[in-house]
């Protein structure tokens, strides 16, 4: 297996470890010690601009071994405003493997396009 960074903004390593932001007033973090089943829904987000496959590490704090995680892919067109301007291109995205872990989550991409694209990333935790 070979990863590829084609025209990303990111280091060339495998194992990348970034930073996603909460979106504003949805959910809420859990207090330490609590069992994140039973913590709400919290929405996050990491935008970011490349092709290619990509394996990040992405650190969300609420996020534990056994937490759901689910992740969607778009593509947007207003660096000021990536949530608001998301829309579906003809670029294929796809997530192949999503792995839960204390403080974070380990995705494998792929962004099948020619060139760098401006990627968002939402993730949802439960």
Known sequence: MSTTYQGSN??????????????????????????VQFAPNSDWFLVWKGNGIIRLNINVPIIHAGSTVLISLSEFSDVS??????????????????APREGGVQIWA????????NIYFSILVS
């Open 10 to 35: 990111l280091p060339v390593q495998n194992g990348q470890t970034i930073d996603a932001a909460q979106i504003t007033g949805s959910g809420a973090a859990s207090s330490p010690g609590l069992d």
């Open 110 to 117: 792929e962004v099948n396009w020619p060139n760098p694209i």
């Open 81 to 98: 405003k990536p949530a608001a301007s998301r829309f579906i291109g003809s670029a294929r995205f796809a997530i192949y493997n999503i």
